[in-house]
Nanobody, 127 residues
């Protein structure tokens, strides 16, 4: 059974940093299209970042230059480094695993592409 477990969320002041981790079990991370999504309370889920098998990331405009997605296939783990956090980054953050795609096809954060989801980790940015 494929499972994703996120960790690293918490409360932080504006301008602070957090690093989220997502561990995949039940399958091998290598080659999989992986992504982070977020859902603020009362709002729709939105894509944050996606990373392909070539370790190249794509980002939502709202987080470009502040967030970095990375992967460690040997550890079956995907990370999201979040710097210069803003109040509007407050949300539940979800890790998602998709199919093994050629790198050029793993650039879009379309939730229906991703078949496996974690339970989420809460990120709260406030002073």
């Amino acid at each position: 059974e494929v499972q994703l477990v996120e960790s690293g969320g918490g409360s932080v002041q504006p301008g602070g940093s957090l690093r989220l981790s997502c561990v995949l079990s039940g399958d091998t991370l290598a080659g999989a299209c992986m992504a982070w999504f977020r859902q603020p309370s009362g709002e729709e889920r939105e894509g944050v970042a996606v990373i392909n098998s070539a370790n190249s990331g794509s980002y939502a405009d709202s987080v470009k230059g502040r967030f970095t997605i990375s992967r460690d296939d040997a550890a079956n783990t995907v990370y999201l480094q979040m710097n210069s956090l803003k109040r509007e980054d407050t949300a539940m953050y979800y890790c998602a695993a998709g199919p093994r795609l050629p790198p050029g096809l793993c650039t879009y954060m379309i939730s229906s592409v991703f078949g496996y989801w974690g339970q989420g980790t809460q990120v709260t940015v406030s002073s």
